[in-house]
């Protein structure tokens, strides 16, 4: 297998407060954007912090997706890492920050597995609506 | 909790190739680099795959340390994400470079929660001798 692969570093926030701490929501979600990009789920594992907080992890056969929820803040902390170049990891990022209601989201892009590490800028500003509760 | 964190991605090349193909080696060793750098472990999710390489992730209260590793490239790509500034993610990455005897490392910062993203070249070229078998 290949080693090249995308990192999409996305830190959304003003984000649904109440989505944030939702821990069932936020994994379902994160399967969901796992599939839509076209993955392969192969490990599920999510933890909710007391009193607030949600981090979970979905590893896909083409490596994994994480989140850091900080609801007192609006905010989540998001990793897409998809190993090849049959995935965009970007679909899955931008479902996850659509589904979170990010009102603010800024995004890099780090070429994994191919040499020295270089940093794309993405986005700075963004706007997500909330499309489900 | 404060939202701020630190992001040490690092590409290890040159690795021992048996230990990046043992997921037992790989789990222990990444749970062993999180207690090391002080972290408390919440969530172990690893998975083997055919016919090699291993993929997982080790939650802790401070964020998260993954791995993919291709043993046939004796490459291993590593993250290890801490909030806080309690716990140094260099520790821990450094632990885990040395236990796959990385013969060269590509290293970098990425400052978390705290606005726009910015990277931080932390080295080169490094050389790790492997410390147990």
Chains 1, 2 share one sequence.
């Not at 994160?30 to 912090?49: C, P």
């Not at 994994?112 to 509760?133: A, D, F, L, N, W």
Request: proline content about 4%; hydrophobic content about 40%; aromatic content about 8%.
């Amino acid at each position: 297998m290949d080693t090249m692969g995308r990192h999409v570093i996305a830190e959304l926030w003003k984000c649904n407060i109440e989505k944030l701490n939702d821990m069932a929501f936020i994994e379902r979600t994160f399967v969901d954007a796992a599939l839509e990009a076209g993955a392969e789920v192969r490990e599920v594992a999510f933890h909710k912090f007391a009193p607030q907080g949600v981090s979970g992890v979905v590893i896909i056969s083409e490596s994994h997706l994480t989140i850091h929820s900080f609801p007192e803040h609006g905010y989540a902390s998001i990793d897409v890492y998809t190993c090849g170049d049959r995935i965009d990891p970007n679909v899955a990022a931008d479902f996850i920050a659509n589904a979170l209601g990010a009102g603010r989201s800024e995004v890099v892009e780090v070429p994994r597995g191919i040499g020295p590490i270089e940093v794309m800028q993405k986005s700075g500003e963004g706007s997500y609506s909330s499309t489900s509760s």
